[in-house]
Each structure stands twice: as C-alpha cells, then as structure tokens.
DNA sequence: GGTCTCG
DNA sequence: CGAGACCAACGCCCT
DNA sequence: AGGGCG
C-alpha cells in the first residue's frame, strides 16, 4: 500500500487536525486496554483504503473462537466481536457485539497476543477488502442499521448489521448487533455451505482488494457441517409411563380418544440407543439388563435409529403364540434368553428429538415409520393399535391368551408416571353355565331376580352339578321377561346343585331342571368356586346343557379369529411434529389441539378423497376458537411434507395454491392450528370448470331448525326436479350444505350463474322461508342459501372438516333419509365424530356417478349464461 | 404457527 | 433478536 | 368511492 494514499482519505488544513485528535479520542479506550510494552498489536496509526473504505475480518483465538468484523470510517475500525464468525445464510443471524474502534494499521495484524494481556491469544486476518456502505453510514451507525456491501475474499454482496434494543449491554458501550447476509447471488443456505467451516484459513497474503470475486469451493467439497440443532439432551435415564388399572372401559361417547394395544404378561423394558449406536436395556426399575439380553441388544442394533429411547415389553411367546409370564421367568432362570422377544410400543425419545410431548398417536406413528423402515430383526415386534371398540377387543385379546389390553388416549403425552392417559383393563372371564335355579324378584323388579349358575364337576365316580353362584345383572325387562317364561317351564321341586347352596331358600329359590344354558361373563373364579362380578350374556341354545364344564382360562383351542374387524390405525409417513398439543383450541369444549390432529389423523382416510386434487383453503386459528383467525389460499415460503404446491399458473398473480394428497399434509396443517379446511368446486386438472355446485344454506336469527330440514328437502325436490343429484352434509356450524355434482364443461361465471337462478327461483317462490341477499338485516327468521360459493376461488367447508366455532362441530355427510334424525348442523361434534366414520362416505357412494350436464337443468329453470 | 421485514 | 404484519375474496353495509 | 364487516 503506497503511503501517498493517507492525504486522500482526510481533507487540509485545520480540519485535519480536528479529524486526527477525533481519530486519537476515538482510540483511547482501544489504548487504555492495552500495553504496548508486552503486545505486538499497533498503537495507533495505519493506512486509509485505496479508493474506498476498507474492512477486515480477524479470527482471533482467545479464551473463546470469535471473529473481530471490522470496518473503516472516519480514521478507525468500526469493531464487532461475531462469536459465530459472518455466515452466507440469510436466515442466519449472527450476533455482533460492537466493542471498541480499533486503528486502521490493526487490519494488517496477524499475530499472538502475550497471555495475560487484553485478548490474550492468536489472531489471523480471515478476510479482508472493501466496503461499500449504503446510504448514510453515520447516521445508520448511529441509528442502528447500517446496509452495505463487502467486496472480500470470503464475504461478498449486501449485509446488514441492526442494533438490537436490549438495555443492558447498552450502556456499558457494548450494543449487540446482529450481521445479516441480505439475500443476494452470494448468499447462500448454511447446511449446503459453512463458511467459516469451508474457509478457515488466513487471507493475508492475498492481494487487500481482489478486483473479481473470488471463486467460492464447489459446495460438494466443502465438509458437512455437524450442526447442533434444536434437539434435546437424551437423558440417561427414563422412568416408564404406567397404566392405571380400569374396571371398565371409557364411556362410548369417548371412545375415540383411546387408542387399544394388547397387554403383554412380561417384563416391562426400555431402551436407550445413544448417538453411536449404544445399545442398553434397562427394567422399570432403572435396573440394566442389557448383559442378560445380548440376543436383545444385537437386535436392536439393527433398527436404523440412534439417540432415542423405545418403550416396550420382553415376553417370552407360550404355545399359543400369547405371551407366557412363566416361561419368561423360566427362561431368564436358564439363562435362556434368545427365545425373548421384544414388544415395542412407545417411542418417547427419536433421533434425537424429545417426542415425550407429542400425541401418543404420532409417537406410535413415527415408531411405526421406523420399524417398517428396514426388515424387522426377528426379536422385534412393534405392538399393533387398534381402535375397535374395546370390548370386542378384549375378547378377541381374551382368545389369544392374552391378559387383557391397555387404553391409552390418543392425544396424551408421555408422563414418567402412573397415569390416567394409560389404562389396564383386564379382560373379563366368559363362559357357559347350567341354570339350575332362579331367585324370587326383589323391589320393582318382575320376573326373577337372579339366575343360579352350575357347571358340572367329576366327584369321584359321579357326575355332579356344582353350583357356582349367581347373576343377577345384565338383563333387561323384555329379557327378565322371556327367561321368566323358560324357567317355569322347566321348574321342579328337586335341587340340581350338589351341595345344595345355603341360604337360597331365604332369598325365595325356585328350583329348575338343569337344561337352560346362560353365558356369562365375570370377573375371575373366587377360590370356592364361585364367580366374581357376574354379568348375564344371553341364553345359549347351540350348547348342551350337560356339556357345560368349568373351563380354563385362554386354553381355547380353537384358531382365534383376528381382532374383531379392529381397523388398524394407518401410519402416517413424515408425520409432523407436534407443538403445544395440551393446548386449548375451544374453551367451550375443552379441546385441546392435540385432540384436533387426533382427529384429522383418524379421519384422514375419509377426508383425504375429498380433498385430493382439489386446491384447498385453510381456515386458522394460532389463538384458537374465538381468537383471531385467517384464511390461508395460498402458500409459497412454506413447503410441508404432505401438502402440494399447485402450478401458480392456476391462480395468475399469487404464490402457488395447495393441494393436500396425503395424511401428513392434514397433519402439518393442523399443526399449524388449522382448523378448517375447504375445497374448490373444481379439480386442479381443469381449473376453468367446476364439477359440483355447492349450497350452503344458513337459517338467520331465529329460524326453527325444523325450518332448515325443510328447507333442504325443498331444494333438494327442486335440484332433482332439475334433473340433478344433490348431495346433504352437515355444515359443521349452523345450517346444511346442499352438493351437486356436475359434468365438467360450463365455466364459473356459469356455473354461479345458474346457482343464483336457483336460489333466486327458491326464494321468490317461497319468499318468507329463504333470502338470496346477504346480510343479517333482511335475514332475520328465514334461510340464507349462500351461492356465491360457486364462483372461481370460492370454497365451502371440506367433509370431516372441523369447524373453528364453539364446541367444534364436525361437516359429516349423510344420507337424505338420516335429515330428519339430525338435531342441528353440529349433529356431529369433535368428540363423537370418531364414531361416525365407520359409516364413513357411503351416504355419498353415489356421488362420483351422479354427476349431470348443467345443460339440461338451465333449459329447465330457464337459465342463460350472460343473461343475469 | 411460520415467515418475512424492519430496526 | 424482537415486534409487527401477513396469511381470501366477495357482496354486504355504512359513511 | 372507500373502508369495515362477515
């Protein structure tokens, strides 16, 4: 650098020794830092940018990694300390913390700094150049932005450095600022390119301001960054989440929170893998059997997953295939444990990613993606979940020998605890009994009061019926009734029981020929014999009553049927991770939000037909029912796994319009609190023509639901008097939607067109039942029909859409003979939704081919396009 | 809830 | 970083 | 005409 340049970066005369005394005070507290006697770094002094401003960047070594970001103006180096160093990344803030104004010759310093003095530690200049500032670069310092370019070795383009706000570091003279990247040709995403990774080394003896821009390394050479992310510390160790054991199943109405998987009579295991591949088996108690399970632990080294924690049960398989709790203890006894297999059925811990918070129904998802993602190690065994009702469940359960099954809420997170989220229930014993005898009614009751039960028994040589108790539950009248009838006429004065049981005769005991034959289920055998918590089944007529014995339990022989036509919950591939799942979504009802992705996770396979391949609208609600909410057409910043960007051609003027083909798409939209979603009236194939027409009819204030059936019955007379096939739904909200399906052809305009007309026949022809207009005022005591739902870009609630109002109604299709059963346009709620969706779609079967030429239908009405 | 923009 | 805006579109209504 | 509303 030519000394001559130092006149051109001041100006003559006075004012330069005004500018050289500001340049001195500026440096002081740089000087007062230091001792020049014991550190080689300048005391002053040093040389102007040729024909611009300079800056330079020092990776210094100190107690911490930083980098020095310097920049020239006015005599001095502007200086911040970036403990990260610059980064590429746009979306990559970097903490600058401005510290004091070193002089210009400091650029040029490369060097050790002594030990204990100011910075002790090693320094190279990592890059260095020109800047460019934008605007005003005093006052942007002053105000705290400041925008300019870099013309570097490494740093390139337009930066921006902001002044954040916080107090503290303010007034000790140390503002934090932030160094952005500003999104240019030399920016470029972190994970494709680390700089201060890739570049680490000195540029010194590269020429100061290089004229072109330095070639970058090509992205493939430069080493993958090992980034921390956002994931947890694993914990060393995790206390299981315990069942709380249950009498009964959950009442019907909340079935569809639970979720059923077996029980497994074993030892309950959980399994830490950690990053490297570790492998360790720990009981409930904390105790680590990984040296007793290598056949266990190898396994397990197989499944494609580190940093997590699993969840399961080791069971040792008895003759029946159900698990055996004494050959489990058999086997650890003869040290033979290569016959344990592992039943894996929560996943709280994932690659790393603390799930513990994530609906259980997403844990098991994900743990279910894992395991189907390479060949089950035979050991192995991810736990099915069923959700059929538990009580079929448990019988089948029963078949297989297994003890009984757990019910865990789908929506609950994972707690190291015991836990009403997890339930044990035990199947209930089943069986035949002889009838022998029945007891006189008590009270109000007619007919009996309680069935005396027998089996036969071997006694020695003899035959003998042994009385084991009685029933005295699970009848109703019409039952009390008919089994009254059938006992009297078996009665008899004889006692079939051998002994006879005491104390009958006080209670009014008839006796009767032992030929009838109840089944009965009950809790267990008490050890006399007699049967605990007996409830009546029904009578048996296929079964002779001589061949009712006590039987074993779980024996049965016979090939156990699958789990009672038990849907299996699908698995949902990239299932989206689930923030603030206990959160409320509606005060009303106490749903939370991870209730509301249950639900789209279990109706996804109902909804999904009718959301594929139509641009979809998002209805969203961060703050929940009656906070505030925003619909959501299109989307580009945001790609989700699931959801499909459409060609923006099909929307000219906006980001891409979204289309949602799979289960994880419904899931990534309801993280983000969508709650409700609705769908064009055409398919994105064909954009230009609609294939259904859409009614939404809304009763004003006032209007009778009675009204609203009635009303939809009548345009459903004059849609099919029309020649067309409509369809009914519940809305979700207050009223019905009425929908048509269309041949493609006629365009929007035509198509609202004509669904005006419609509305417009109906509501001339009945004028004080609907209104056509808008508008609460001449709305009061009749039905809105809305048809403005037709037109391109409008859309109506999608079906097994929730919608975001109070109590969370569902949009359930139905069939016309089911509108009189409805009691409102939330027939269907969050909550007992789930039970409707074994009837699913049938109501709408037909529609696909329903679908008629508009043509027919507008001669009729007497409806012309462009005539309004 | 996520992203962008602004300071 | 931290706060705030944005995230539809149509026909109402009101001014 | 323009803005807020649902």
Redesign the pocket.
């Known amino acids: 650098m030519a000394r001559a340049a130092k006149g051109s970066a001041t100006t003559a005369g006075s004012a330069k020794t005004a500018a050289e005394q500001a340049v001195k005070a500026a440096l002081d507290p740089y000087r007062r830092k230091r001792d020049f006697a014991k550190t080689r770094e300048p005391a002053q002094g040093g040389d102007a940018g040729v024909g611009g401003l300079r800056f330079v960047v020092q990776k210094h070594h100190a107690r911490r990694l930083h980098y020095d970001f310097r920049l020239e103006l006015d005599g001095t180096l502007k200086s911040w300390a970036v403990p990260k160093g610059p980064c590429l990344d746009?979306?990559v803030?970097r903490?600058a913390v401005q510290v004091e104004d070193h002089p210009l010759a400091y650029g040029d310093f490369e060097g050790d700094i002594p030990p204990g003095q100011y910075g002790a530690g090693h320094v190279i200049v990592w890059d260095k150049g020109q800047w460019l500032p934008e605007g005003d670069a005093r006052s942007g310092l002053r105000?705290?932005?400041l925008k300019f370019e870099l013309r570097g070795h490494k740093l390139q383009g337009r930066w921006?450095l902001?002044?954040?706000?916080?107090k503290a570091r303010q007034e000790e003279r140390q503002p934090?600022w932030?160094l952005?990247k500003e999104?240019d040709a030399q920016a470029r995403p972190l994970d494709e390119y680390d700089l201060t990774e890739a570049e680490p080394d000195s540029v010194r003896s590269l020429p100061a301001a290089p004229g072109a821009v330095a070639p970058e390394p090509a992205p493939e050479t430069a080493p993958k960054p090992a980034r921390a992310s956002r994931r947890a510390a694993l914990p060393d160790t995790l206390q299981p989440q315990l069942a709380t054991p249950a009498d009964h199943p959950p009442a019907a109405a909340q079935r569809a929170d639970w979720l059923w998987e077996l029980k497994y009579d074993g030892y309950r295991l959980l399994t830490h893998i950690d990053a490297a591949g570790r492998v360790r088996c720990f009981t409930r108690n904390g105790h680590d059997w990984s040296a007793r399970l290598q056949p266990l632990v190898r396994a397990l080294q197989q499944l494609p997953v580190r940093a997590c924690w699993l969840d399961g049960e080791i069971v040792v398989e008895g003759e029946q295939g159900a698990p055996d709790f004494q050959a489990l203890q058999n086997a650890f006894d003869q040290g033979r444990t290569e016959a344990i297999v592992y039943w894996l059925f929560d996943a709280p811990f994932l690659a790393g990613e603390d799930l513990r918070d994530q609906p259980l129904a997403l844990r098991h998802a994900q743990l279910q993606s894992l395991m189907q993602a390479v060949p089950l190690p035979p050991l192995l065994r991810l736990s099915e979940v069923f959700d059929a009702p538990p009580e079929s469940l448990l019988a089948a359960a029963a078949k297989l020998g297994f003890e009984g099954l757990i019910g865990k809420r789908v929506d609950a997170p994972y707690q190291s605890q015991r836990s009403p989220h997890w339930i044990k229930l035990k199947h209930r014993l089943r069986q035949e009994f002889v009838i022998g005898g029945y007891t006189e009614p008590q009270g109000a009751r007619s007919g009996f009061g309680a069935l005396m039960l027998g089996v036969h028994a071997q006694e020695g040589s003899r035959r003998v019926l042994r009385w084991c108790g009685n029933v005295g539950t699970g009848f109703d009248a019409r039952q009390l009734g008919v089994i009254h009838q059938r006992l009297r006429a078996h009665e008899s004065s004889r006692c079939p029981f051998d002994p006879p049981p005491a104390g009958m005769h006080a209670r009014g005991a008839h006796w009767v020929r032992p030929v009838l034959v109840a089944e009965v289920a009950f809790g267990q055998w008490t050890r006399e014999g007699r049967v605990r918590h007996a409830v009546f089944q029904g009578l048996r007529e296929d079964k002779p009553a001589r061949e009712i014995v006590r039987e074993a339990p779980g024996v049965e022989p016979a090939a156990a049927p699958a789990p009672a036509q038990a849907r299996a919950v699908p698995t949902v591939r990239h299932a989206?991770?689930i923030?603030?799942a206990e959160?409320v979504i509606d005060r009303h009802s106490g749903a939370t939000?991870g209730e509301l992705v249950a639900w789209y996770a279990q109706a996804a396979a109902q909804m999904l037909p009718h959301l594929k391949g139509r641009p979809v609208?998002l209805?969203?609600a961060?703050?929940g029912v009656g906070g505030?909410v925003?619909?959501?057409?299109?989307?580009k910043?945001?790609q989700l796994p699931g959801v499909r960007q459409l060609d923006p051609a099909l929307?000219p003027g906006?980001?891409p319009l979204l289309q949602i083909d799979q289960a994880a798409g419904l899931l990534q939209l309801a993280?983000?609190?969508t709650i409700e979603l609705?769908t064009w009236n055409a398919r994105s194939d064909r954009i230009a023509q609609p294939d259904r027409l859409c009614f939404d009819l809304d009763p004003g204030e006032g209007v009778a639901w009675e009204c609203v059936q009635e009303g939809a019955l009548l345009l459903r007379t004059m849609l099919e008097e029309l020649g067309l096939v409509p369809f009914l739904k519940t809305s979700g909200g207050k009223g019905l939607h009425v929908v048509v399906p269309i041949r493609r052809g006629p365009d929007w305009d035509t198509a609202k067109g004509f669904a005006q007309a419609v509305v417009a026949h109906l509501a001339r022809t009945l004028p004080d039942r609907f209104v056509q207009?808008?508008?609460?005022?001449?709305r009061v005591g009749r039905i809105f029909v809305d048809y403005?739902r037709n037109?391109?870009?409008?859309?109506t609630a999608c079906a097994w859409s929730v919608r975001a109002r109070p109590g969370l109604g569902v949009s359930v299709p139905v069939g016309w003979d089911e509108l009189p059963q409805l009691r409102s346009g939330a027939h269907w709620g969050l909550r007992d939704a789930p039970a409707r969706l074994a009837v699913g779609n049938t109501p709408w079967a037909a529609m696909a081919r329903s679908s008629r030429a508009l043509g027919g239908a507008m001669r009729v009405l007497g409806y012309t396009p462009g005539a309004d």
Do not use: C, W, Y
């Open positions: 746009p979306k803030k903490m105000s705290g932005k921006t902001v002044r954040m706000h916080g934090a932030l952005i999104q989206p991770r923030t603030h959160r939000k609208a209805l969203r961060p703050a505030e925003f619909f959501q057409k299109h989307a910043e945001q929307d906006h980001a993280q983000l609190n609705h207009k808008s508008g609460p005022r001449n403005l037109g391109f870009g409008a859309t």
